[in-house]
């Protein structure tokens, strides 16, 4: 058994956000993790600026070809790429943080735009997105509050732009659906601005009580500007996060 970890939106280096959790996952019970290269973010052999949501979708697939079993865990823009995968035979559970459980046909931006005091993400050029209005400070100040200073630096190095693919695709399978009723995990010490309203572990639950089944679609094309379209707002990254229920301590954040 593996976890394998998937990254959210607009950060890359998923390796090193979910160090910490890896090292107590390891040293507690001997499971060893992977992250994803999600090439939307500029990451792995395939990285391309146009490369979205199917990509990311696929380079998750290719890491679970490489293992026996595996518990993905997916954070924010994670939980997306992860219902996009579909079902895979490796797959033994789905572990989602501060995320989403997506329908046939719903994008990225979609979900997000209705989120209370969202990140702005701005178009960057090239067909990418990226946030908007912050610095090293104003981002440390707002994800990484709690964080030692060699944290919140190394934090904002790895903000990154992204394909704007990724965030308009409309998903096509819902490989939450395929996995064992995933475990959705929020802080319930998350400040108030959190995007982690009530209502998202109320839709999470409703959802994952439905029926097992996948119905790949092929949606017609979406129109959406990339120009200050909202991003999600204040979710924990792994960096840190709780192991079997045990939090160490508030994890940083991203998209």
Known sequence: MEAV?????????????WRPVAELLFERTGIRSRAVELPSCGEGDQADVQAGLIADAEAL???LDAVDRAVVVGHSYGGTVIAEAGHHPAVAGVLLISSYLPELGETQAGIMSAEPDP???????????AVAGYDSAGFAAR?????????????????TAQSAAAFVTPTSREGWRASPPPTSSA????????SCSASMPRRRRARSSSPPAITPSSPGPT??????????????VP??????GTTRHRAPQSC
Do not use: Y
Not at 144 to 154: C, F, K, V
Not at 187 to 194: E, F
């Open 61 to 63: 697939r290719s890491v």
């Open 119 to 129: 990140v702005t993400i701005a178009d960057a050029g090239g067909g990418r997105l």
């Open 223 to 236: 129109s959406w500007s990339p120009r200050s379209r909202p991003c999600s707002s204040d979710e924990p």
């Open 239 to 244: 960096h840190g996060s709780a192991v079997s």
């Open 5 to 17: 970890f998937v990254h959210g939106a607009l950060v890359r280096d998923g390796e090193w956000w």
């Open 143 to 159: 994800f990484l509050h709690d964080a030692d200073p060699e944290i919140q630096r190394e934090g904002w190095s790895r903000v």
């Open 187 to 194: 802080r319930t010490t998350a400040a108030p601005r959190s």
